[in-house]
């Protein structure tokens, strides 16, 4: 990456590991126009005569650049995550991920390559492996599922032609073509890359709780010991200018927020948040 985008910190950015997404993400599909993958709009889930199921589509985005391109709604915005986070590095699971909707559903593919969104659990359809494609562009990722009844991997797919699901077509705004989002794919070709984008502040957040812990190793301070108080108080005192000799915990005691991080795996980030509310470390913005 050029170093603009290496110090982009505001807006959306295309994402450079896995890691990048985990928190809000948009994705988009690229052939002779733009696309961006959401659920249908209120107004048009009002429209149909089942609204009780979301199915997702492909929008066209009229004389857009994929570089600049950033959510126009809601609807096109998925917060990200782990499936399984207390998942460990030999766990099947551990390189799954769930995309939730701004609904709270999250998106699904059954065994016949079906997509929906209406799910508000994550079970075997909602667990996805995305494949990072760094050669196919910035951003570049392939998500890759399979269904429970199913012998193979399949992929998230977005084709011209008439090879979707029987009564799954995308409804598009805008476009010449009729562009099918499936998981039917076998392989990763040309329909099966989309293009990821997280939010440049959230990376940076993630970025510098990776640096202190890094540094932390390097001058022989020992890791977090997952106590939250004790490393939210360790934290402080290492970070905060003291006044009047006493280190100043965060204005709220409580400990949900910092809970919650923990089980999603941003323990690290859920600290330096904490740290920036009490303005105990200058460089944490």
């Known amino acids: 990456p050029d170093n603009d985008k290496c110090q982009s910190t505001t807006g959306w950015v295309p994402i450079e590991s ?6 809000p993400i948009a994705l988009y599909h690229r052939d002779e126009q733009l696309y961006a993958l959401a659920i249908p709009p209120k ?18 985005l009229d004389n857009a650049s994929l570089m600049e391109s950033e959510p126009l709604s809601v609807e096109q915005v998925f917060a990200v995550r782990r499936s399984v986070p207390m ?21 699904s593919a059954d065994r016949h390559g ?3 969104c209406a799910s508000t659990a994550i079970g075997a359809l909602e667990m996805w492996t995305p494949v990072l494609l760094p050669d ?22 977005a084709e011209t032609n008439n090879t979707a699901p029987e009564g799954r077509p995308a409804v598009l705004t805008g476009s010449t073509l009729p562009v099918h989002i499936h998981a039917l794919g076998t392989s990763i070709g040309y329909s ?7 939010q440049a502040a959230i990376r940076q957040k993630r970025q510098q709780a990776i640096a202190a812990t890094a540094a932390d190793s390097i001058v022989g301070i020992a890791p977090m010991s997952g ?9 402080a005192k290492r970070f905060q200018s003291f006044q009047g000799g006493r280190p100043r915990p965060t204005a709220e005691r409580s400990m949900p927020d910092l809970n919650s ?3 999603a795996g941003k323990y690290g980030e859920g600290l330096l948040d904490r740290r920036e509310k009490t303005k105990s470390d200058r460089y944490c913005k």
């Open 18 to 23: 896995l890691e990048d997404l985990e928190g």
């Open 43 to 60: 107004e048009e889930m009002q429209a149909r005569a089942d609204t009780n199921e979301q199915v997702p589509a492909l929008y066209t």
């Open 87 to 107: 998942a460990g590095p030999a766990d099947a699971e551990a390189t799954m991920y769930s995309l939730k909707s701004f609904v709270g559903t999250y998106l």
């Open 114 to 116: 079906r997509l929906s």
């Open 136 to 157: 196919r562009g910035d951003g570049a990722i392939a998500f890759m599922i399979r269904p429970p009844g199913v012998s193979e991997d399949r992929f998230l797919s």
């Open 192 to 198: 099966q890359v989309f293009f990821a984008k997280c």
């Open 227 to 235: 106590n939250l108080a004790v490393d939210e108080a360790t934290q």
């Open 261 to 263: 991080a923990k089980q």
